[in-house]
């Protein structure tokens, strides 16, 4: 569904500001384009009155019990980070299809039995028979059309640079060179995961990073350096 800011921001009795605010720091299900947010709208509803069974009606108190005393520094302060670190960072993947590097990127998923890996493989091939999730500038995001309720307690996100690049019929028909794939537990796991990454996505400097394929430690800190970015804005 596509509504204006302003009208979704109404209907939530939220300020303008702080659904801005909200949807770059994905804390609510709603992707911005302009002035206008799009959304499913179950899900939204459903996230509406999470809120209001938990009484956060303050942007401040949102994430005030999940946080609390936490250490600033604790990776579960940054969830894009924490879930990229889990999932891990590999280089020079192998294959020469959408297929095969996803196969093999779904071969490194950290602590799933074989018979898991099986059906994650299919659960993401079926969601690339939907539309591919080559999102443009070399990067694609493939992900299960359904949360994974068994296997996968916190989000994980498997960095993968490809040794070679591979046509993924993205949107601007160029070949993809890195894979992020996001499995999560729940809807908004997902959603924050993924309004988090598109955040660095569109960070000029950021992917200028990741053409370069740097290693594991230089990419994460950066990842944690814009998250820390996303929340003080």
Request: include cysteine; charged fraction near 30%.
């Given at each position: 569904?596509?509504?204006?800011?302003?009208?979704?921001?109404?209907?939530?009795?939220?300020?303008?500001?702080?659904?801005?605010?909200?949807?770059?720091?994905?804390?609510?299900?709603?992707?911005?384009?302009?002035?206008m947010?799009?959304?499913?709208?179950?899900?939204?509803?459903?996230w509406?009155?999470?809120?209001?069974?938990?009484?956060?009606?303050?942007?401040?108190t949102?994430?005030?019990?999940?946080?609390?005393?936490?250490?600033?520094?604790?990776?579960?302060?940054?969830?894009?980070?924490?879930?990229?670190?889990?999932?891990?960072?590999?280089?020079?993947?192998?294959?020469?299809?959408?297929d095969?590097?996803?196969?093999?990127?779904?071969?490194?998923?950290?602590?799933?039995?074989?018979?898991?890996?099986?059906?994650?493989?299919?659960?993401?091939?079926?969601?690339?028979?939907?539309?591919?999730?080559?999102?443009?500038?070399?990067?694609?995001?493939?992900?299960?059309?359904?949360?994974?309720?068994?296997?996968?307690?916190?989000?994980?996100?498997?960095t993968?640079?490809?040794?070679?690049?591979v046509?993924?019929?993205?949107?601007?028909?160029?070949?993809?060179?890195?894979?992020?794939?996001?499995?999560?537990?729940?809807?908004?796991?997902?959603?924050?995961?993924?309004?988090?990454?598109?955040?660095?996505?569109?960070?000029?400097?950021?992917?200028?990073?990741?053409?370069?394929?740097?290693?594991?430690?230089?990419?994460?800190?950066?990842?944690?350096?814009?998250?820390?970015?996303?929340?003080?804005r």
């Amino acid at each position: 569904m596509r509504l204006s800011l302003t009208q979704i921001a109404n209907d939530l009795g939220l300020n303008l500001d702080t659904l801005d605010r909200w949807i770059r720091q994905g804390k609510i299900p709603v992707n911005r384009q302009g002035t206008m947010g799009i959304f499913n709208e179950s899900e939204l509803n459903r996230w509406a009155e999470k809120q209001r069974k938990t009484h956060m009606d303050a942007e401040d108190t949102l994430f005030a019990h999940k946080e609390g005393d936490q250490n600033r520094d604790s990776i579960s302060t940054y969830p894009l980070f924490a879930a990229l670190k889990r999932g891990g960072v590999f280089h020079s993947l192998i294959g020469m299809s959408k297929d095969e590097v996803i196969q093999a990127a779904v071969d490194l998923i950290p602590d799933f039995p074989g018979k898991d890996r099986d059906e994650i493989y299919f659960q993401l091939m079926e969601r690339e028979k939907l539309a591919s999730t080559g999102i443009g500038k070399g990067v694609a995001i493939p992900h299960p059309r359904n949360p994974l309720n068994q296997g996968v307690s916190e989000p994980i996100i498997v960095t993968c640079f490809l040794e070679k690049s591979v046509d993924f019929e993205a949107i601007d028909d160029k070949p993809v060179s890195v894979l992020f794939i996001i499995l999560s537990p729940t809807v908004e796991n997902h959603l924050n995961m993924l309004s988090r990454l598109s955040f660095c996505l569109r960070d000029s400097d950021f992917m200028a990073l990741v053409r370069q394929k740097p290693d594991a430690d230089l990419f994460l800190n950066r990842i944690k350096e814009i998250e820390i970015t996303i929340d003080k804005r």
